[in-house]
């Protein structure tokens, strides 16, 4: 079965510093699809970034980027320079190539401290 | 880019009754589509896979008979919460994916929710 874990159920940090976001993953499949989702306050649901597992090069959007290790199963979210408006849950997710679901972690809940 | 329009964002009803919800794809045809509901400060728990013309798929757990779900067009699929009780209050969230997007067919957008309300 395809897990998604996020061990940090909360984090905070202080305006205009970095802060990273853990997220490991488990499945057996070796082509798939990762992403992070931003849930502000407003509960829409916004994709912040995606990576394609067969890209060794890790993504990157403008503040965004992520620290894909393809071998450990990690995928962690860089968001640098953060702003009062970065202020939201994070969900890591996955979905398997061909397949339709489409699976979450359990979500970090970011507080940016002005 | 891809929008996904889900509607009531909130409605209020009393026990017994039903509520629809309703997800459109805005600018794009999608033969599938998603149905989550989303506890407080918890992750997305998928409901359904909403399959244009066919009968949808439910997950273990989500009761057919009280979820029902049409997707009876490419552009929309409707939720329908049958005999709703104080239980059944949630925010439920509907995606789909735009196949010839830019996204590509793994990104899925999404619609802003509804906050169901059973009184």
């Known amino acids: 079965a395809q897990t998604v874990t996020q061990s940090q159920p909360e984090m905070s940090v202080q305006e205009a510093e970095t802060v990273t976001l853990s997220c490991t993953y488990d499945t057996s499949e070796s082509d798939y699809y990762l992403f992070w989702y931003k849930q502000p306050p407003s509960r829409q649901m916004i994709l912040v970034i995606r990576q394609e597992a067969y890209k060794q090069q890790n993504a990157t959007e403008n503040r965004f980027s992520v620290n894909f290790q393809k071998a450990a199963k990690s995928f962690s979210l860089k968001i640098s320079d953060s702003q009062l408006g970065d202020a939201a849950m994070y969900f890591c997710a996955f979905i398997i190539q061909g397949a339709q679901k489409l699976v979450f972690g359990q979500g970090t809940r970011l507080t940016i401290n002005p | 880019g891809a929008v996904v329009s889900q509607h009531p964002s909130w409605v209020i009803c009393k026990s017994g009754t039903s509520v629809k919800i309703e997800c459109r794809s805005l600018d794009f045809q999608a033969t599938t589509m998603f149905w989550y509901r989303q506890f407080p400060k918890q992750s997305l728990m998928l409901m359904a896979t909403?399959?244009?013309?066919?009968?949808?798929?439910?997950e273990q757990g989500v009761e057919k008979d009280k979820f029902l779900i049409n997707h009876a067009s490419l552009t929309l699929s409707t939720l329908t919460v049958t005999s709703a009780h104080p239980e059944d209050s949630s925010f439920y969230i509907c995606s789909a994916r735009d196949y010839k997007g830019a996204g590509g067919a793994n990104v899925l957008t999404f619609g802003a929710g509804s906050r169901l309300t059973v009184l």
């Open positions: 909403s399959n244009e013309g066919s009968k949808a798929t439910y």
